[in-house]
């Protein structure tokens, strides 16, 4: 079997993070997040994936190639001269993904959750059309496009653009299957999956949606990130609860790498990755943080609903609060308190930042 995922280009909503890796290599509970999918798809048995890529390539490919032998996959990317959408790259890509009558999957790289891959595969055999997508359900669908179905039926009618009053709560959760005689839809050049193509298949009676079970999240942009790793690791306290931290010092779901170093005194959790190499000091606090490789938490200072990015250091006595986000070798002082900011890689911090800005 073979499966696409879209990469895209800049991550920009994901940076600082993304100044110094390209989104999919950020790291998501401790592993890059395009890793959470591609291990998915290899125990269903997909061979050979294609990477829909537009920005650092050559980091993308160095990247991969110990993936492959990891898990026994063929890895191909397909690189955009220019950003072609959501459907351009399967156009791009035809040849790998129409080679023989075998079914194909297409994901967004920004997608975390539990990826039924093998329901949504038998889901798409037994109906037989040409694609299925997955849905999900949201509080406030006036933000998305929601899918309504044939009455009684799986079969997608038709898809309603950000409601202003409520036809129904299932929006595209951004995982796909499709029989490779839908790339005949798809024109050279850029084209969006959603706008130009999903309508008409719908239109044809080509397009059915089954629901999501468990947790989604498009984890694009840091407060989301945030969001997702709390939904990550509650799925994970109940499928493999072996793998999450306990102790007097833990409070909730946490997940630390054996690797890291905890201070005396701490009070950690909920919903807290502490990552690689990391140092926690004596006294620290962390709550709905996410503490990256080689970071250092100093001793008595208060992270909660933020990022720590890779080899930063949060001082002593430092607060960090309200989604700041740290990119890679950042330094706060000690002391300092920064409320929502964004500060760009190897910056140092040393005085308060008291409302959400960027340091550059």
Not at 32 to 51: C, D, F, R, S
Not at 67 to 84: A, M, N, R, W
Not at 233 to 259: C, Y
Request: net charge neutral; charged share 25%; hydrophobic share 40%.
């Amino acid at each position: 079997m073979k499966a696409l995922i879209l990469v895209g280009g800049y991550g920009t909503r994901l940076r600082p993070l993304t100044f110094s890796k390209p989104k999919p290599l950020v790291d998501f509970a401790n592993k890059p997040m395009i890793l959470h999918q591609i291990e998915a798809m290899a125990k269903i048995g997909v061979k050979e994936i294609v990477l829909a890529v537009n920005y650092q390539p050559e980091v993308m490919v160095d990247a991969m190639k110990k993936v492959q032998e990891d898990y026994g996959v063929k890895i191909t990317f397909s690189i955009e001269d220019e950003p072609l959408g959501t459907a351009g790259p399967l156009g791009l890509a035809r040849d790998i993904l129409g080679h023989d009558d075998s079914p194909f999957f297409v994901l967004n790289s920004d997608v975390i959750c539990e990826f039924p891959f093998q329901k949504l595969l038998e889901f798409h055999l037994a109906h037989g059309k040409e694609g299925t997508l997955m849905t999900t359900g949201v509080k406030d669908p006036s933000k998305y496009g929601v899918i309504l179905l044939v009455d009684g039926t799986t079969q997608i009618d038709k898809f309603v653009e950000k409601p202003k009053e409520f036809v129904g709560d299932q929006i595209n959760a951004g995982i796909y299957i499709f029989n490779p005689s839908m790339l005949k839809r798809i024109k050279d050049g850029p084209m969006s999956i959603e706008k130009d193509v999903f309508p008409k298949m719908a239109r044809d009676g080509q397009l059915h949606a089954t629901p999501l079970e468990g947790f989604w999240a498009d984890v694009g942009q840091p407060k989301d990130f945030l969001t997702g790793t709390g939904l990550y690791l509650e799925s994970l306290r109940k499928k493999t609860p072996q793998l999450l931290a306990s102790g007097s010092h833990i409070s909730g779901n946490v997940l630390i790498d054996e690797t890291a170093k905890i201070g005396n005194l701490c009070k950690i959790g909920p919903n807290v990755v502490i990552g690689p190499g990391v140092i926690v000091g004596d006294g620290v606090r962390l709550a709905n943080a996410v503490i990256m490789r080689g970071a250092h938490c100093k001793d008595f200072c208060w992270i909660k609903d933020s990022i720590v990015g890779w080899h930063s250091s949060v001082g002593k006595w430092a607060r960090c609060d309200n989604v700041t986000v740290l990119g890679e070798d950042v330094h706060i002082k000690d002391e300092i308190f920064t409320n929502g900011a964004t500060v760009l890689p190897h910056k140092s911090v040393k005085e308060n930042i008291m409302e959400a800005q960027v340091v550059m």
